[in-house]
């Protein structure tokens, strides 16, 4: 297969899923991008987790091919369908904080970069696979139960209001 193949192989079922037909729940290597959408109230938008309940921003991993804009961008409409307007890098992450292991067993490192922004449009709908719900916070009054892989993003966002 040439490289071309692989992407249109990878766009299809997507990269990670494939990579566990081979591997099972054993460690990968991702690239990870989120979002912080803020309202004009300056409110956090957070969504709530179907796998473990918890609250997290938008986010996923990169596709073969794509770029950290428009793994953010695709991210955010499947889950919530959002269009985004212009980004700003907020913080790049990486580290042992950023291994996490899913409900299901499977284990990902995923280093990866956050963005920020005000710019949003479109009526939010909850993918059903993946999110309970979306809910704008005030920084003084985030949930507790945060997802503990987005703690450390959110709270950081918190401080530098």
Same mark, same amino acid.
């Given at each position: 297969?040439?490289?071309?193949?692989?992407?249109?192989?990878? /766009? /299809?079922?997507?990269?990670?899923?494939?990579?566990?037909?081979?591997?099972?729940?054993?460690?990968?290597?991702?690239?990870?991008?989120?979002?912080?959408?803020?309202?004009?109230?300056?409110?956090?938008?957070?969504?709530?987790?179907?796998?473990?309940?918890?609250?997290?921003?938008? @986010?996923?991993?990169?596709?073969?091919?794509?770029?950290?804009?428009?793994?953010?961008?695709?991210?955010?409409?499947?889950?919530?369908?959002?269009?985004?307007? /212009?980004?700003?890098?907020?913080?790049?992450?990486?580290?042992?904080?950023?291994?996490?292991?899913?409900?299901? @067993?499977?284990?990902? +490192?995923?280093?990866?970069?956050? +963005?920020?922004?005000?710019?949003?449009?479109?009526?939010?709908?909850?993918?059903?696979?993946?999110?309970?719900?979306?809910?704008?916070?005030?920084?003084?009054?985030?949930?507790?139960?945060?997802?503990?892989?987005?703690?450390?993003?959110?709270?950081?966002?918190?401080?530098?209001?």
């Amino acid at each position: 297969m040439k490289i071309d193949d692989y992407i249109e192989l990878y /766009k /299809k079922g997507g990269y990670i899923k494939e990579m566990r037909k081979h591997v099972g729940h054993a460690p990968i290597m991702t690239c990870a991008c989120g979002v912080i959408i803020e309202n004009d109230k300056g409110e956090i938008l957070l969504q709530k987790r179907q796998d473990n309940g918890c609250w997290a921003i938008i @986010g996923g991993g990169m596709e073969m091919g794509e770029t950290f804009e428009e793994t953010i961008r695709r991210e955010t409409m499947e889950e919530s369908g959002l269009s985004l307007g /212009k980004l700003e890098v907020f913080q790049l992450y990486s580290g042992k904080d950023r291994i996490i292991e899913y409900p299901n @067993g499977d284990i990902c +490192f995923g280093p990866g970069i956050v +963005f920020i922004t005000r710019e949003y449009e479109g009526d939010i709908v909850n993918d059903p696979e993946e999110v309970m719900e979306h809910k704008f916070f005030k920084k003084n009054e985030l949930p507790e139960n945060l997802n503990e892989y987005d703690k450390r993003i959110i709270l950081e966002w918190a401080e530098r209001q």
